[in-house]
């Protein structure tokens, strides 16, 4: 089966060992993985149970779901799940919302922080993010001259 995924790595499917499908239709499945490895943009899985195309097509614009004891990620990296609903801050200390949505950009992802009806929007780069405090639920930015007034309507 062929896998577009948000993961760089065959690693995180291969350690999930089982995943979950939600189909198109609604339904729920969960299969073993016997095998992944890199294509191109994409991964080649095999799972434990689907042996024909014919049963593989019935996965066709499925979602893919691991269990978080099957996550590993480097030093310096995060998962959305765990910037989503941080509080971000300015480095001299200034509230600036709350990580409400992630927007893949590319290189870098784009951080929308909401404050009340406000949006801004923040490249996920060194130059702009300073530090991430997972366990204190903060995020600490660097407000480069005329970043917030690009985000002024």
Known sequence: MRVQSFSQSEALLLNAETVFFKL???????LSVISARPHKNVFLVELAGLTDINQAESFRGAEIYVGKDALVR?????????????????????????????????SNEIYVVKNGDREIFLPAAQEVISHIDLENGKMIVSVLEGLLDLNEV
């Open 24 to 30: 198109v239709t609604g339904e729920n499945r969960h």
């Open 74 to 106: 480097e030093e310096g990296e995060y998962f959305w799940f765990e910037l989503l609903g941080l509080d971000v801050f300015s480095d001299d200390d200034v509230f600036l919302g709350v990580v409400s949505q992630i927007i893949p950009a590319g």
